[in-house]
């Protein structure tokens, strides 16, 4: 019951936060892009002007025009079609690994926290060590050592952002590690599992959910990477990183094919990125830079 | 050596010519479009060398006032009306070039917090010259000189290479030294004083004080103090105004209000704070009942009626004016004479009444180390004691010396180093190794307000928790018990939905009593739980506090530095010095001869509100030495005045019981101990 209503109120600070007016330009453009993409994302196979896979062998290299908004590829695939499907499997992958990277970050982070002295300089260092690797690479090791494939990309991309939401989340939950409502709840004979999900983490929430729309972001370019260098979802399934791989050697000729997915990428992460800044201005605005009296 | 304390002005002394005048000043806050009038009408003026104090609750608008003073309101807020001049300019009409050339030349500032008010990265020497250059295009080496020279006036150690230090580097006394060194170098004609030594310990307070009074006296500067105490305004200022919700309700000198308070609020205020001394048992203490009104819905009647105890219709209908009520003694109420009960008969004796002789707590021998890389810090030195059960035992110390860590070594949220501590005749230690019995047994309410609910949970969630946890009560039960925790904290049911940001300060503090009653202990530690409230609720919770230790019988260790709070309810009373015993004994033998000598100069610092005690003065010098090198010697022998020779150095004293249950950790033979004089004197007959 206690978690539920603690669920409750970092979500009941996101709408009093709508609630002051604090809603930004950002936060509307990205919110707009965002749920764009998710709708794309789910309705994808019913809005696609023409099917992803087939071949229309009489317009190979089709310039954007009327039937093929984006042109074709040198297959005669329609690229608009393939974009939207694309859209996807990038959200899917990006989104389950960046809730993957929270889930372990919070863990991980907030124990971290909790316990202090040893146990912390252990974890740290440990999480000092997997941060230090090349993301590319680690993606790269893992998926060589899992094999290549959708929930396998989402675990390797999911381990490499989880130290980074580990750092984010210790260093706020240790501003409130030492809080005397924990010291309360110690004294009080609570177990630490306790402090940590009930007592500590409502108090991180907005914290947590600024940060999981930033890795987002960072989460889609990995995707569209991982899928350039041949280690996302295996063909034919659709995939922004994978569509501008297999095209690029006819840029010059036919650049539509290559700059169609990565537009797509950009947009989808300027428009994610908006949004976390617009998150953030409403979840841990520190007040404005004006001195002004709190009344 | 005497009276530092007796009544500073003459009422009889007209003052020179005004420096700063305050004329029907409104200043109001804009919110969103919500219009917030911080201050209404506020007029006062200040001589030349006066020392004028402005004394209010956190909310009351003293700051507001001090910040328009320095024409530096925040951007939402707006002068709306009346006039400030300073020497005659009117400070509203200046431009900001010209502001600049006045602020830190003729008008300086002392902020409350030393430490954010320096620059970290700045050497403190720097920090003074460089206003010199400023003001007076001194060169460098100028400059530098006279820093070091001020730094000289305000008594700081060695200044030359003080000068040279960082701020990090040198104490919380010394750095609000450094901040008066740098507003008094300009010889400034107002100096505006925001709470400076609220954060200081009594006996650096004290020393602060002294300071203060003599660079004022030097320099011949106006002050205009801003302060919520009124024990430091009586040994500081002249006169002094009371401010409250944003109107100054009562002004005039010193003396004549405090003996003779004429507005109920200050009447209130000064029937709020414990009594220093007094010769029969303890009276209760006179909360204010409420809170300070909400300004963006204002009334006509009299601000302060809601709250006023004497309040009649006339108050209600009509807000009074300003009366003059003497010679420069203004009172914004329609009376002047107040039927009071006479004060004999709400005596009560608010202590526990009797302790058993049961042992509930035993400490015996307790260290606590923290290892460093220069060595061990020795945070609790060796130190026994015990508490029986029912008793509320004291503990009385300067900040770091250690009462804390000693309070968190009992409740189990640290570890300690050596010795032991028994509870109901059991080993405990660290909190998770406890019995889930012992655990219950073993409450704490915490220091600050803001900081001990946790803000995501609503105070039903906060008070059932404990009552779940243990399952005091079947679960059917607990919304029932909880709502009677809170009415005995003096709370409502309507309390149980609101979060924690929802309520004040005071109200947070009895949410944390109820939580820590909830288990139904048998000892509570109270770590300062009233230091961060205001004056007027204070009052309240300790009144509670007593209350609810006569109903359950249950034991408290009560921690403050505030020793006229802790005499007021203190079966026994502890004083600590960096981790040892100093003198351990019932609070009125404390108050009388034999001191240790520590006690003493605690008991000096106090800043005694009543103008009929005289006190002794006794500063120590220096800070309280780095606890980590050896100390074979007693603790305190580095700032002792009455050190005896090397003995002191070389041994440390053994505790002697110079009364049954009194002991006195002093080399000093106990004959001279009891020898000096009693610190308090009392003068007039008791008037409050």
């Known amino acids: 019951m206690a978690n539920n209503s603690s669920n409750q109120s970092g ?128 993606a790269m090791l893992v998926i060589g050592v899992l094999g290549p494939s959708m929930i396998n990309g989402v675990i390797a991309i999911g381990i490499i952002y989880a130290p980074r939401v580990t750092r984010v989340v210790r260093a706020q939950a240790l501003n409130i590690v030492n809080l005397e409502y924990i010291d309360a709840a110690k004294v009080g004979g609570e177990s630490p599992f306790y402090i940590i999900f009930r007592e500590m983490l409502p108090n991180i929430w907005p914290t947590i ?59 989808a992460v300027i428009g994610v990125n908006l949004f976390g800044e617009g998150l953030k201005d409403i979840l841990l605005a520190k007040g404005s830079r004006r001195k002004e009296a709190k009344i | 050596m005497t009276g530092n304390n007796s009544v500073s002005s003459n009422p009889d002394v007209s003052r020179g010519p005004a420096v700063l005048s305050v004329r029907d000043v409104d200043i109001t806050y804009y919110s969103g479009k919500v219009k917030f009038p911080a ?377 300690y180093s050596a010795g032991t501590i028994t509870f109901d005749d059991q080993d405990i230690g660290m909190v998770r190794k406890r019995s889930k019995e012992t655990r219950r047994k073993i409450q704490m309410v915490f220091q600050n307000p803001e900081a001990t609910l946790n803000p995501q949970k609503t105070v039903e969630e906060i008070i059932t928790r404990p009552l779940a946890l243990y399952n005091v009560v079947p679960k059917a039960k607990r919304r029932q018990r909880a709502i009677e925790l809170l009415e005995s904290v003096n709370l409502t049911e309507l309390y149980l939905s609101r979060y924690p940001h929802e309520i004040s300060g005071g109200e947070k503090q009895r949410v944390g009593i109820a939580r820590a009653f909830a288990t139904e202990p048998e000892l509570i530690i109270l770590d300062e739980p009233i230091s961060s409230l205001d004056v007027s609720v204070q009052a309240g919770v300790l009144n509670l506090l007593f209350d609810l230790q006569k109903k359950h019988h249950i034991a408290y260790i009560f921690i403050g530095h505030n020793l006229s709070v802790i005499r007021h309810l203190c079966n026994r009373v502890m004083i600590v010095y960096m981790g040892r015993l100093c003198e351990i004994g019932g609070p009125d033998e404390l108050f009388e001869p034999p001191y240790h000598p520590y006690t003493e100069a605690l008991l000096s610092a106090i800043p005694v509100v009543e103008p009929d005690i005289d006190q002794r003065e006794i500063r120590l010098e220096g800070a309280m030495p780095n606890a980590i090198d050896p100390m074979p010697g007693c603790a305190f022998h580095t700032r002792c005045p009455r050190k005896i020779g090397d003995i002191c150095v070389q041994s440390a004293p053994a505790e002697v019981e110079v009364k049954p249950g009194h002991k006195i950790a002093c080399h000093i033979p106990v004959e001279e101990l009891s020898a000096v004089d009693p610190m308090f004197k009392f003068g007039v007959k008791y008037v409050f």
């Not at chain 2, 956190?58 to 006032?65: D, E």
């Not at chain 2, 008010?117 to 250059?133: A, M, T, W």
């Not at chain 2, 954060?199 to 602060?208: H, N, W």
Request: net charge neutral; with cysteine; glycine share 10%.
């Open chain 1, 209 to 267: 959910i600024v940060e999981g729309s930033i890795r987002l972001g960072y989460a889609i370019l990995l995707t569209a990477s991982l899928g350039y260098i041949g280690l996302g979802p295996p063909p034919p399934t659709p995939d922004w990183g994978l569509m501008a791989y297999s095209e690029r050697g006819y840029m010059f000729e036919t650049p539509w094919p290559v700059f169609a997915p990565c537009i797509a990428i950009v947009i």
């Open chain 1, 11 to 138: 979500f009941r600070k996101i709408i009093t936060g709508f609630l002051k007016k604090n809603i930004t330009t950002n936060l509307i453009i990205g919110g707009v892009l965002l749920l764009g993409f998710v709708f794309v994302g789910i309705f994808a196979p019913y809005i696609t002007p023409h099917d992803a896979e087939e071949m229309h062998y009489e317009n190979l290299k089709e310039m954007p025009s009327g039937p093929f908004l984006l042109g074709t590829d040198r297959f005669g695939r329609d690229i608009l079609s393939r974009v939207i499907l694309g859209t996807r499997t990038t959200l899917l992958v990006a989104s389950t690994s960046t809730l993957l990277a929270l889930l372990l970050g919070i863990m991980f982070g907030a124990t971290s926290a909790f316990f202090g002295g040893r146990v912390d300089n252990i974890m740290m260092r440990i999480n000092d060590i997997f941060m230090s690797f090349p993301t590319l690479i680690f």
């Open chain 2, 39 to 415: 201050i209404r009408k506020a007029s006062f003026e200040i001589g030349a060398g006066e020392a004028f104090g402005l004394v209010g609750e956190s909310g009351s608008g003293k700051s507001t006032v001090a910040y328009a003073v320095m024409q530096y309101l925040a951007s939402n807020g707006e002068i709306a009306g009346g006039e400030i001049a300073f020497s005659g300019t009117n400070l509203m009409k200046l431009s900001s070039t010209e502001l600049l050339g006045l602020r830190g030349l003729k008008i300086s500032m002392v902020p409350q917090d030393p430490l954010t008010s320096l620059n970290p990265s700045h050497r403190v020497g720097d920090q003074v010259s460089e206003i010199l250059k400023i003001h007076f295009k001194l060169s460098s080496g100028e400059a530098h000189k006279k820093a070091v020279e001020m730094l000289g006036q305000v008594h700081l150690p060695a200044p030359e290479l003080t000068a040279l230090k960082y701020p990090h580097q040198i104490s919380g006394g010394q750095q609000q030294r450094v901040l008066i060194a740098m507003a008094f170098c300009t010889n400034p004609e107002l100096l505006i004083m925001d709470e400076p030594t609220t954060g200081l310990d009594v006996t650096t307070q004290a020393r602060i004080l002294d300071l203060i009074r003599e660079m004022k006296k030097n320099h011949k500067t106006a002050i205009f103090y801003i302060t919520h105490d009124l024990g430091v305004v009586k040994n500081l200022c002249d006169r002094v105004a009371i401010i409250y919700a944003g109107e100054i309700v009562e002004e005039g000198n010193v003396a004549s209000i405090f003996l003779s308070p004429a507005h109920p609020y200050t009447r209130g205020l000064l029937n709020c704070i414990p009594k220093t001394y007094t010769h029969k048992t303890e009276k209760r203490l006179d909360a204010i009942e409420g809170f300070i009104p909400n300004l963006a819905e204002l009334k006509p009647s009299c601000i302060f009626s809601p709250r006023c105890k004497f309040v009649q219709e006339q108050c209600r209908r009509q807000a009074p004016p300003f009366i003059e009520i003497g010679p420069e003694r203004r009172s914004k109420c329609y009376f002047t004479e107040f039927k009071e009960q006479v004060v004999d008969d709400n005596f009560e004796d608010l202590r526990a009444s009797s302790p058993s002789k049961r042992i509930l707590v035993m400490v015996d021998h307790l260290k606590k180390v923290y290892p460093t890389k220069r060595g061990d810090l020795r945070a609790v030195d060796d130190t026994s004691f015990e508490c029986k059960k029912g008793e509320i035992l004291g503990m009385v110390g300067e900040s770091g010396c250690g009462k804390t860590t000693m309070a968190r070594c009992i409740v189990g949220l640290e570890d």
